[in-house]
């Protein structure tokens, strides 16, 4: 089965919906051409949300004390 195909752009215009629900359905992708020239893709959504809440975990190690005062002198209003 192709996961991918291309198509004109006034044969999508045609048969728009028709090709939405096989994007859906099938999962697959349709690259629509104009004079040859892909110009546009009709993808699948992915269903599955995004949780950025912990998509960084185990990926940072702190080293030493990070609560500590630093041995750099500054003011705030400078």
Do not use: R
């Amino acid at each position: 089965m192709k996961t991918s195909y291309s198509i004109q752009a006034g044969n999508f215009k045609a048969k728009c919906l028709q090709l939405m629900d096989e994007v859906h359905d099938k999962h697959i992708s349709i690259t629509i051409t104009k004079h040859g020239k892909p110009i546009a893709k009709l993808i699948p959504i992915d269903e599955t949300p995004l949780d950025l809440f912990g998509c960084l975990k185990n990926t940072i190690t702190i080293q030493g004390d990070i609560t500590a005062p630093i041995d750099v002198s500054w003011e705030a209003n400078e």
